[in-house]
């Protein structure tokens, strides 16, 4: 085989390689016709937001009602753990809030091929419309790495405000920041929810890092240690000490 061949081959073949990276195809993504299959860094988070917010399809959602989500790609990564969230902003941006109504813990978004997964938004999720978000935290994929595609969501039969929505648990976000996932592991998360699958593929290990949690932080560790909870209270934005510790 010539050089040029040779080259040709390996082209095609990281780009097969690319294209079968999973993205979440129901409910159907923001600007559809721009998504793309890489995980996710900080400058993009949330949802890629860089490439807008066009509504290709409007997902209709009653709550209580069985949803399903499904994927595209084949490239499973071995696995990994997932969340579905919920934020009441049309047009999420850095500082939007998510809250978990599901979490998977183990073999997400499969193993040996691509799975579905069933899922109900609980009475908590307000009316209106909403955005809808798959993150997943692959188990295999070379360095810890975050996916993140966004949906947008019409609820009906849901709450008249958020006071209930706003004590679901947050979102978990790692590997964009100082939170990092266990290396060849599915992350077990801090904080699930109330409703948890178990993917059944017995390889869960905590976080490791300075990761949030609710009512305080998670304090840096070395890598090779589980993270512990430090309960000590996060002091207010206004405070000199808040500007000291967290700043920096």
Known sequence: MSFKSALLAV????AAAGQSHIIMQSPVPYSVDKIDNGPLTAAQFPCKQQNGFTVSKMNEMKVGEKQQISF??????????????????K???????FKVVKSIEGGCPGVSGVNTYDFELPDSIPNGDLTFAWTWMPKLSGQPEYYMNCAPIRVTGGAEDTSKFNQLPDMFVANINDC???VSKAVKFPNPGTVVEDGGTNDLAPP????????????PLPSSE???????????????HWRREYMQ
Do not use: M, R, Y
Request: net charge positive; aromatic share 2%.
């Open 11 to 14: 082209v095609a073949l990281l």
């Open 72 to 89: 595209k790609g084949t490239a499973v990564h071995g696995g990994g753990s997932c969340q579905l969230s919920v934020t009441t902003d």
């Open 91 to 97: 047009e999420p941006n850095a500082n939007s809030v």
């Open 180 to 182: 990092k996932t266990p």
């Open 208 to 219: 490791t890092g300075n990761c949030p949690a609710p009512g305080g932080v998670f304090a």
């Open 226 to 240: 589980p993270t512990t909870l430090v309960t000590k209270p996060i002091p207010t934005p206004t405070s000199a």
